[in-house]
């Protein structure tokens, strides 16, 4: 065995488990679930989109503002915003002629802080 941290280890022959197979087969989700996934996903793969998670965590807030915490024009921040809407991450209410956003449920946060957590174990 080699002393290579990123070395995959494989088996040495080649042998099937057809029961094991079966069973993880049929446990799989759908095909679309798993499509659905994998978009949500590509939306937390962006660090401004991130920023703008964490800014949330904190409170309910209009674009001005992320804008003026993240240092970022207030365009660019309303096109993350729409894309992390699109997913269903944020969500919006309007009070007068101010648009506040906040995250749209509590998944959001355990999505985001497994993660953190899986990153500070490395």
Do not use: W
């Amino acid at each position: 065995m080699s002393n290579l941290k990123n070395e995959i280890e494989s088996c040495e022959i080649t042998k099937t488990h057809k029961d094991i197979i079966d069973k993880v087969k049929d446990l799989l989700p759908e095909e679309e679930k798993l499509y659905d996934l994998a978009e949500l996903f590509k939306v937390f793969g962006d660090s401004t989109r991130i920023k703008i998670i964490c800014v949330l965590f904190e409170s309910e807030m209009c674009v001005c503002d992320i804008s003026a915490i993240l240092g970022m024009s207030q365009s660019a921040v309303s096109h993350q915003l729409r894309v992390l809407k699109q997913a269903k991450l944020v969500k919006y209410r309007k009070d007068g002629k101010v648009v506040y956003y906040s995250l749209d449920d509590e998944h959001i946060k355990a999505i985001f802080n497994m993660g953190l957590e899986h990153i500070e174990e490395m």
